[in-house]
């Protein structure tokens, strides 16, 4: 993690926020009878063939990579659902569309892991990257429009990737603006500047009467 003075404003690094991500439920279909898994996180299973059951998404890609199980694409990752997000991103350039918390995570995770279980894998990709950059266009310019009268900033359904890379940089901009608008601070400066240096006038003083 990038190490700031103040541990309020530590970021995670993109594997950090990707293992958090791997805690959203996901649906997989197994192919192999199991009994149930019991995890410190919780109880899963059993597991029957060709019977749908949700598991985290670090459970789905374990039980995946064994060939034990296929992962069903999300509802939101569709060409038809993706292509409409994208429309309304680019016609509302101060609002942000309502996507899971953490899809660019489980996106790719399921690119990396369960690509053949994704339907028109290659349109969806491009979809989800278009609206990655999309929304990064409007978090720019949001962050270029914040100047010393701005005490807040909204930003709503932003992913957990946007914002941590947003968090940071904007909450340390809004407390140098703060800082420097204060009434303490303007009062002080006022008052260094207002005081002028004053010369001492050590030498000694000459009579000007004519003698």
């Given at each position: 993690?990038?190490?700031?003075?103040?541990?309020?404003?530590?970021?995670?690094?993109?594997?950090?926020?990707?293992?958090?991500?791997?805690?959203?439920?996901?649906?997989?279909?197994?192919?192999?009878?199991?009994?149930?898994?019991?995890?410190?996180?919780?109880?899963?299973?059993?597991?029957?063939?060709?019977?749908?059951?949700?598991?985290?998404?670090?459970?789905?890609?374990?039980?995946?990579?064994?060939?034990?199980?296929?992962?069903?694409?999300?509802?939101?990752?569709?060409?038809?659902?993706?292509?409409?997000?994208?429309?309304?991103?680019?016609?509302?350039?101060?609002?942000?569309?309502?996507?899971?918390?953490?899809?660019?995570?489980?996106?790719?995770?399921?690119?990396?892991?369960?690509?053949?279980?994704?339907?028109?894998?290659?349109?969806?990709?491009?979809l989800i990257e278009d609206?990655?950059?999309?929304?990064?266009?409007?978090?720019?310019?949001?962050?270029?429009?914040?100047?010393?009268?701005?005490?807040?900033?909204?930003?709503?359904?932003?992913?957990?990737?946007?914002?941590?890379?947003?968090?940071?940089?904007?909450?340390?901009?809004?407390?140098?603006?703060?800082?420097?608008?204060?009434?303490?601070?303007?009062?002080?400066?006022?008052?260094?500047?207002?005081?002028?240096?004053?010369?001492?006038?050590?030498?000694?003083?000459?009579?000007?009467?004519?003698?």
């Amino acid at each position: 993690m990038a190490g700031q003075s103040d541990p309020s404003l530590t970021i995670f690094s993109a594997p950090e926020v990707e293992f958090l991500g791997e805690d959203e439920m996901v649906e997989i279909v197994p192919n192999i009878r199991m009994e149930s898994l019991n995890m410190i996180c919780g109880d899963f299973g059993p597991f029957f063939p060709q019977m749908a059951s949700k598991v985290p998404l670090w459970l789905a890609v374990a039980l995946k990579k064994r060939g034990k199980c296929t992962i069903r694409t999300p509802d939101w990752m569709t060409v038809e659902r993706l292509t409409q997000v994208l429309e309304a991103e680019r016609e509302s350039p101060r609002e942000f569309q309502p996507l899971p918390f953490h899809y660019v995570d489980i996106s790719r995770l399921l690119f990396d892991h369960a690509r053949d279980d994704i339907p028109d894998a290659y349109m969806v990709r491009s979809l989800i990257e278009d609206i990655r950059d999309v929304r990064f266009h409007k978090v720019e310019t949001g962050l270029e429009m914040i100047s010393g009268r701005t005490y807040a900033v909204k930003l709503k359904n932003l992913s957990a990737m946007e914002v941590n890379i947003v968090r940071p940089f904007m909450v340390r901009t809004l407390q140098a603006f703060y800082k420097h608008d204060s009434p303490e601070m303007t009062q002080q400066e006022d008052f260094v500047g207002s005081r002028r240096p004053q010369v001492a006038d050590r030498a000694p003083r000459r009579d000007l009467r004519p003698r």
